[in-house]
């Protein structure tokens, strides 16, 4: 499991990006959220995995708030 920041959210197209403490940057989309809600705030700390994603490079999966 990585962990890191939501950088950017946007809600009306469901997908953004999550920063980790490393410095890497990941997307997320709407429909990888382990959670009751379709997005993430801006600032959370969240825990995810990642897989290969189709564009080249990983995308975070399986994504829950931290703590």
């Known amino acids: 499991?990585?962990?890191?920041?939501?950088?950017?959210?946007n809600r009306q197209r469901g997908f953004g990006f999550i920063r980790t403490d490393q410095g890497e940057e990941f997307f997320a989309h709407a429909t990888c959220l382990m959670l009751a809600r379709d997005f993430l705030d801006v600032g959370e700390a969240v825990i995810f995995e990642t897989?290969?994603?189709e564009r080249g490079g990983e995308r975070a999966i399986n994504v829950e708030l931290a703590g």
């Open 51 to 53: 897989e290969p994603s």
């Open 1 to 9: 499991m990585k962990t890191g920041t939501v950088k950017h959210w």
